[in-house]
C-alpha cells in the first residue's frame, strides 16, 4: 500500500524537529545549523488598505520545509522518524510512504492492514 503524506513538507513542526534532531543528534552546533537552514526563511505579507495605502509585513515561517532543497527529504525523514511501531514493514523516503505485509490469506492481510494503519493514522 502507498501513502503519500499530504503537505508533509508544509506541516513539519519546527520546534519538534529541533526535539527530535537533538535526540538523535549529539552535536547540538549541527541541530542550530540545521535547524537555521530549515527554519531561516520568510515571506511577506501585503495588504491593500484602501484607505492608508498599501502595507508590507515580514512574516517569518514557524513550520515547513523548503521543498526542493537537498536537506528537505532528510529532514522529512527524520520528522516521521519515531512512527509507531506496526506488524507491517514501513518504508519512507520524503513525504511518500509504502507499507507492505505478506500472508497466505488475504483476509488476514486485510486485518493486519486495517489495524496498523488505525496506529499510523493516530500518529500521522
Known sequence: ??????????????????????????????????????????????????????????RRLKNGDSQGSLLAPLVCNTYISDLPTTVFRKYAYAEDLTIMHAGRDWQAVEGVLRKDMATAGEYL
Open 1 to 58: 500500500m502507498f501513502v503519500d503524506l499530504t503537505a508533509a513538507y508544509d506541516t513539519v513542526w519546527h520546534r519538534g524537529l529541533t526535539y527530535k534532531l537533538l535526540r538523535l543528534l549529539t552535536d547540538r552546533h549541527m541541530v542550530h545549523r540545521i535547524m537555521e537552514m530549515v527554519g531561516n526563511r520568510s515571506f511577506i505579507l501585503t495588504s491593500d488598505a484602501s484607505r492608508t495605502g498599501q502595507t508590507e509585513q515580514v
